[in-house]
């Protein structure tokens, strides 16, 4: 049997997580001299309520090897053999590599195993590397085996398109992703930076001046690179306002003949500190490059 594995930051909903037994190694969040585990010790609501009111910025780290190796000993004894662990981008995070380093550890101590691990470096973000979860779990149902699985992965995890767009700019300046100038200009003008993954980094690609104009992007960006014969689920992230996910499914509905499933789920609040309030996404399989 494969067993799926992930680090916190894939934001699937509580209910996929469930459905489909996928084992999370959750992030550590320190806010205020307290530490918690993303999703475990504090819920998302929770998160982006105290967000406003933090005098400092809270930090996050990556889960420890040992929680990685707690899911494959626990999924052992219930009959599992193969394990899928796909992890958020290594150019954002260290979490792969706690990943690698449970993996060579479990090794090293049983190295008799039949036991299969395979690490998955995402390059993604948030339910970037959700959506390929997720697609995962789809492919094991249509009988996928292990190494097919590890090879669509490995073929198309560059293709998932990611947008992501905020309404409050404080926390991309903080964690340096804009100049303090370029944001009070944005500000001023209701400028909204819209970014997405670049060489497994966030990159901004475009900006729109308000929400709406924003959401159109999206759209358009979306009748224009979606892959058909690979999409066949669409994940729209929010962090604190729901309404705007909301929005977003309908538009696309209204405006595009997309006929598979949107998903939409909240940010968790590792991903939720870098993002802050408002943040709105959309992940999809595009073309290829040509």
């Known amino acids: 049997m494969i067993k799926l594995m992930a680090d916190s930051t894939c934001d699937l909903s509580q209910e996929i997580v469930e459905k ?7 992030l550590r969040i320190f806010i205020e001299g307290k530490t918690y585990r993303d999703k475990i010790d504090i819920t998302a609501d929770e998160f982006f309520k105290l967000l406003p009111n933090l005098q400092e910025l809270p930090t996050t780290s990556m889960p420890n090897p040992e929680d990685y190796l707690t899911i494959i000993y626990q999924a052992m004894e219930e009959g599992y053999t193969e394990f899928l662990c796909i992890c958020m981008s290594s150019g954002t995070s260290g979490s792969y590599q706690s990943a690698v380093l449970a993996r060579d550890y479990f090794y090293e101590h049983n190295p008799d195993t039949e036991i299969k691990i395979y690490v998955l470096d995402s390059l993604s973000m948030s339910h970037g590397s959700g959506w390929l979860l997720l697609k995962s779990a789809k492919l094991i149902e249509q009988g996928y085996s292990f190494e097919e699985l590890i090879t669509f992965n490995e073929q198309h995890k560059t293709r ?3 947008f992501l767009c905020v309404d ?4 991309l300046i903080k964690s340096g992703r804009l100049t ?6 944005g500000k001023l003008l209701k400028i909204k930076p819209i970014m997405s993954m670049k060489n497994g980094k966030g990159a901004i690609v475009a900006k729109e001046r308000g929400t709406n104009k924003a959401l159109k992007f999206y759209v ?16 729209i992230g929010y962090s604190s306002d729901l309404s705007l996910a909301e929005t977003l499914k309908m538009k696309i509905l209204a405006e595009t003949d997309f006929s598979g499933d949107i998903y939409i789920m909240q940010m968790g609040t590792a991903v939720g500190t870098h993002v802050g309030l408002g943040g709105v996404s959309m992940f999809f399989m595009e073309k290829e490059k040509t």
């Open 220 to 235: 358009e960006e979306f009748k224009r690179r979606n892959q058909e014969d690979l999409t066949d689920f669409i994940i």
């Open 160 to 162: 998932v398109k990611h």
């Open 168 to 171: 409050d700019l404080n926390n």
């Open 20 to 26: 489909y037994n996928i084992g999370i190694a959750p």
């Open 180 to 185: 303090n100038a370029g944001a009070f200009l």
